[in-house]
């Protein structure tokens, strides 16, 4: 499902801060980021059963990331892997008004999806049952399983929590940054959205770190972009149990 919080232009040494979530299946394979031997400017994980990635930069400048839209009386059986949806943005060299136009000519051979796309100074959000795309301007923004910024519980808590540490006069701590990606607290009953699925599972879904024996946050990634456009990612990936099993570190600048 995913989770993403974006800060832009909200840092004084960092114009563009992403905290983001990986939510899937625990029995899904999937290879951490790396850059891909067939896209070699690519950086991204990689969703093996698929082929296609929820989260990616490019050493072009390009950021693209993926959430699925909850809505699973719309959803069907026959439609494209919404990865490749990311993999496309990342490696386009168009003009972003023409990428906006096929995504919008596209979008039913997908299941619903947002697509966060764009060169990183130049950010937009796809919605594909609305068709609607909106630029991200400065601000710091949420992007669960609903439109931008819809106010559900675990939305609101991330973007709150990432302004107030984008306010602070301490340097950025990356690990304040995880701490926001790892909160496990769920919703109250009254607080859960009805998007069609069963309470119990609104109820495990409404935090921002998911964890359950089948179905829970594999990934936490945290990129920041500086004044000098050095980007630096880093990821930890976790065990059904919640605990890290691997981390992921790349620095470099972008083209």
Request: with cysteine; hydrophobic share 35%.
């Amino acid at each position: 499902m995913c989770i993403l919080f974006i800060a832009v232009n909200q840092h004084p040494d960092y114009p563009l801060i992403i905290a983001a979530n990986r939510d899937e299946f625990h029995a899904r394979l999937t290879q951490a980021s790396h850059f891909w031997d067939e896209y070699p400017g690519m950086l991204a994980g990689k969703d093996c059963q698929a082929g296609g990635t929820w989260l990616g930069a490019h050493r072009n400048g390009n950021f693209a990331a993926l959430t699925n839209i909850r809505a699973p009386s719309k959803d069907r059986f026959d439609a494209q892997t919404r990865g490749e949806l990311v993999v496309q943005a990342l490696h386009n060299q168009g003009a972003w008004l023409q990428h906006t136009a096929h995504l919008s000519a596209t979008a039913h051979l997908y299941n619903g999806f947002n697509l966060v796309y764009g060169h990183w100074q130049d950010l937009h959000v796809f919605n594909s049952h609305s068709a609607e795309h909106h630029a991200l301007t400065d601000g710091v923004y949420g992007l669960s399983n609903a439109q931008l910024n819809t106010p559900w519980p675990k939305t609101q808590q991330g973007v709150s929590a990432l302004n107030h540490l984008c306010q602070q006069s301490a340097p950025l701590s990356i690990d304040a940054l995880f701490a926001i990606l790892t909160d496990a607290t769920q919703a109250h009953d009254e607080q859960l959205p009805d998007t069609g699925i069963a309470k119990p599972w609104e109820k495990l879904l409404s935090s921002v770190f998911i964890q359950s024996p089948d179905y829970g946050t594999r990934c936490s990634t945290v990129i920041t972009i500086d004044k000098n456009q050095h980007l630096t990612w880093q990821e930890r990936s976790y065990a059904s149990s919640g605990q890290i099993t691997s981390t992921q570190h790349f620095d470099f600048n972008l083209d």
